[in-house]
């Protein structure tokens, strides 16, 4: 079993930073890729940010040139580094990973985070 724990969210001002931690744990060998999801009031789930275990990353252009994402393979943790954080970057963010193979080389398609509070305010 993959289970993820993020850590990181609260509360900060405009203009602020946060960074937001995620650690797969597990017998884990590999994970293809790691990412952030993030959920507003009255909207659907949207990416983030994503990274391969390569380093190849993509970002949503709502906050491409502000968030930075990284991951860690020996610790199996992904980060999403966050700086000049507005007010629409409230919402719950979620941990994901896409493309986890574990114990045995059995295939893990998916898993998710219980996701993580971010609140951009003065």
């Known amino acids: 079993q993959v289970q993820l724990v993020e850590s990181g969210g609260g509360l900060v001002q405009p203009g602020g930073s946060l960074r937001l931690s995620c650690a797969a744990s597990?017998?884990?060998?590999?994970?293809?890729?790691m990412g952030w999801y993030r959920q507003a009031p009255g909207k659907q789930r949207e990416l983030v940010a994503t990274?391969?275990?390569?380093?190849?990353?993509n970002y949503s252009d709502s906050v491409k040139g502000r968030f930075t994402i990284s991951r860690d393979n020996a610790k199996n943790t992904v980060y999403l580094q966050m700086n000049s954080l507005k007010p629409e970057d409230t919402a719950i963010y979620y941990c994901?990973?896409?493309?986890?193979?574990?114990?045995?080389?059995?295939?893990?398609?998916?898993?998710w985070g219980q996701g993580t509070q971010v609140t951009v305010s003065s």
């Open positions: 994901n990973t896409d493309g986890t193979v574990v114990a045995g080389g059995e295939f893990v398609k998916e898993n």
């Open positions: 990274i391969t275990r390569s380093g190849n990353t």
């Open positions: 597990g017998s884990i060998s590999i994970i293809v890729k």
